[in-house]
Every structure is written in structure tokens, then in C-alpha cells.
């Protein structure tokens, strides 16, 4: 069969599983015996699915996730399972139903695994999971298990969010694809927000093909949630493949070249090369983006849209909150009403900014964060991702080199609102040209 189970994509396990070379059974089984044999030392897992149904794939289903096994994010609820946000507010929490985004996984047939860690509601606290390449080393956060379960090959995809870099930097971190659509094209109905002015869906998977396949089954309006935008996803149902002619893209340079280690700007500048000998026209993106004030932006809407999203926990169980979900909900309640508003003024014309930037090339690019993954007393710094975030556009994580150490790297290529097509498209080709195949060391 060439490529083991463990570390096959959504397309090649949806092939064998159409095929009926390997049953949904045997697939379940065997991603779940390699759950067992991992998860002591990495602690993916929240709870599993104690009741998981494996239906017989049927010859007639044309979804491409049937029998596909995935991981949640344990802040997305579950109508089997508990929702816990790894707190103890919440560890008993059983919320009775299926956010949006699970009903449409199940409603497409995919297996639903379990819940993955996260670390306490979404936010900065280190998690007890461990990064697969090296367990002294943080797996990032805040979608910690959903990340590492991909890596480690406990299964080929995973749901996580991201309100500043919580996707984007754990696949960076583990060495696999990271992916955040456009702000409101993907329901977060049933997700516990953080902040919902940046709170986005998103996903881990092996391939960038694998993440076009989740965002053609769980893209569209949803009335239930207040940010849902009406587009015509129709472009998102049809099959995704590589931009047929060399891609214009533009390298973002200020902010990310003075704050990224020697390591990670030796490695890009090899991947700047890589991509120009293939054919790619690069040049540097005149930003013009002051981000300092974009990053204090950010904290500050982050900061009081948490605290009112946790207020009224917090008066009644303020010592059940780890150290920074408590720091960010201090720093939330004592910010004035004028500086949040100044905020949210900043980021609508700065969204605008980047529109404008973005229409002038297939992608912007620059290093998915300023280092590989550090140790785990820190998730890791989000300010390589969070402007992004800010500004609603979609961006993607590949992986592409390993650093001085042997640990994974990435690059982030963002595109314009509700430019998936293209910037998938685009980010197909550099994956093609870049040809990451390493995988962490694990048994």
C-alpha cells in the first residue's frame, strides 16, 4: 500500500476506504490502537468517544470524508461527549448537542473520534500535551491536541480555532498543514468563544488538499451565528488543484525579519530561493502596516471580549481560572470603554489595509512564527499570526524545513477575504515545490 495508515491523507484513506482496500473498522482500529500506544506520553486526548459508531462504507457515498476519522477541539460541543474547555468549571459540562461545524462532519459521514486537548479555554496556559518531535519542546497552543494527534498520526485531521495564532502555530510547531478560512465563513454556532470579533474555525490536516476538502463540507451561512456571511460557496465545492502558472507573491519583511531567530531566517531565505528557481515571481510587499499598533489592537479587543465572554464565572470562581485566562480577563475588565472602541475602529480601517495589500498578488508570506517550537513553559509567541487573525483573512501554515535543531518549521501565506480558491490553489504549488516529508520521530 506504499504510505502506512497512520500517516496517509484524507484523499488516499477516502480512495481505500471507496476502493474497499481497507474498512472504516480497520481504520478506526488501528488509528485508535496507535492512540493507546501514544497518548501516555503526549496527552492528546480529552475523552473518547464512548460510543463511536463505524458504519460499513457504503459503495454509493460520495463523500470524501465517510468513514474518515477526525478530532475535536474540546471546546467544540458534542451531543455524545462531554465539553469540558479543560477547566474545572467545565469538567462535567455535557452540552446535549453538536456545534455546527460537528453536525456537518457528521452529517458527511466522517468518525468522530474524541475531544482534544486544549489549553484552558482556548487560551495561553501551556497544556499538558507534548510535542511528537521532541517532548521538551511546547506543541504550541491553544489547539494543542488537535495538532498533535495529526503529527503523531492518531488521525488525519482535526477541528481547532483561532483567535490569535492557535492554529497556525501549532502546525508550524508540529510540522503540518494549518488552516484558518475567512472570518464568518464558517459557522462557530456551539464553539465557546474567546473573543467573537476574532474567534475563527479552523483545521489541521497532512495536505493542503485535505484542508480544501474540510472547507467544502464545512463552509456556508449559518443563521445561528451572528457573523455568518452569505457568499456563494458553490466555488468551494468544486475540486481544488495547484495555480497552473507560477505564482506572484509577496514577502512581508518588516516586523517579521527583525523579530525571527537566525535559524528560521536561514531556513526561509533557502524556501525564498526554492520557490524563485521554480518559477515564482517574489518581490518585497511594500506593507506599509504599523504593528505594533495592530498587535496592541488585537490584545485589547482579545482581552475585553474575553472577559465579558468569562465575567460572570469569574466573580463567583475566579481561582479556577489558570494564571493567563486570569490576566486576560483582569486586563479586559480594567481597560475603558473608549480605548476597546478606538480598537475596534483600528481594526476595521487596518482590514482594510490588508485588502488592498492582498489584491495586488496570488499570496502574501513570511515565517508562520519567529522560532520552531520553544519549551513548554510558554505556548509560544502568537504575534506572527494574530495580525492576520485581526484582520479576518484566510491564511494557511505548510510545513518546510526542519531548523538547526531537527525541528519543524513553517511558512504562513495568507490571501484577500474570501479568496480561498486562489490561495489554496497557490499554496498547492509551493507544497509541491517545497516536498516536506519528515515526520517526528515516534514509533
Known sequence: ????????????????????????KELALHLLDRSEKLDPDLNVWVTMNPNLEIETYSQGNTSQLAGIPMGIKDIYCTRDMKTTCCSPIYEKYEPGYDAQTVKMLRDAKAVIMGKTVTTQFACGDPPPTKNPWNLSRTPGGSSSGSAVGVASGMFPAALGSQTAGSVLRPASYNGIVGFKPTYGLVSRQGVFPVALSLDTMGWFTRSVKDAAILLRYLSGYDAEDKDSVKVDTKSYISNTEPISRPPHIGIVEDFYYENSDRSTMKTFALLLAKLSKAGAIIETANTQLDFDSILKSHRVIMNCEAANTHKDNYEIRPDDFAPRVKEIIENGLNTPAHTYIQSKHFQQNYTRQVSKLSKKYDALIMPTSLSAAPTPETTGEPIFQAPWTMAGVPAISLPYELDDDGMPLGVQIISNHFNELNLLSTSMWIESVVNFTHKPPLI
Open 1 to 24: 500500500m506504499g504510505k502506512s495508515l497512520e500517516y496517509s491523507t484524507i484523499e488516499e484513506l477516502s480512495k481505500l476506504l471507496s476502493s474497499l482496500e481497507i474498512s472504516t
